[in-house]
């Protein structure tokens, strides 16, 4: 049974070793100039004014972490949604409770104005 997964475990195992093979050489052979106009940020070919690095307000991060809370949820409907004829009753009452918290979760967080963005 576990010959099964030889070929699997071999991929990984090459695919590791060849990418921290490639980041030591190039490490170790790659050219190192760094001078002020390359470590500048480059921003459409203009220069930049003020400075070139601003801290992120974390109500972005909230509103990036609450997408793929929801995101995520939702691929659980292509499941339900196939075998939605075996199912029967049980299996839609079921999705309408998986949808009810769903949507509390959706109302709270409106609630809570972390969908605001300004």
């Given at each position: 049974?576990?010959?099964?997964y030889l070929?699997i475990a071999?991929?990984?195992?090459?695919?590791?070793?060849?990418?921290?093979?490639v980041i030591i050489?190039g490490?170790?052979?790659?050219?190192?100039?760094?001078?002020r106009?390359k470590?500048?940020?480059?921003?459409?070919?203009?220069r930049?004014?003020g400075?070139?690095?601003?801290?992120?307000?974390?109500?972005?991060?909230?509103?990036?972490v609450?997408?793929?809370l929801f995101d995520i949820?939702?691929?659980?409907?292509l499941p339900w949604?196939v075998t939605?004829?075996?199912?029967?009753v049980?299996?839609?009452?079921q999705?309408?409770?998986f949808v009810?918290?769903l949507l509390a979760?959706?109302?709270w967080?409106?609630?809570?104005?972390a969908?605001?963005?300004e």
């Amino acid at each position: 049974m576990l010959t099964d997964y030889l070929p699997i475990a071999v991929l990984l195992a090459v695919a590791v070793v060849l990418a921290v093979l490639v980041i030591i050489i190039g490490h170790a052979f790659g050219p190192r100039r760094p001078t002020r106009r390359k470590l500048e940020a480059y921003e459409s070919g203009m220069r930049t004014i003020g400075p070139s690095v601003r801290r992120m307000p974390v109500r972005f991060y909230l509103i990036a972490v609450l997408f793929i809370l929801f995101d995520i949820e939702v691929v659980f409907f292509l499941p339900w949604a196939v075998t939605f004829r075996q199912l029967g009753v049980y299996g839609f009452v079921q999705m309408l409770v998986f949808v009810g918290i769903l949507l509390a979760g959706y109302v709270w967080v409106w609630k809570k104005g972390a969908l605001e963005w300004e």
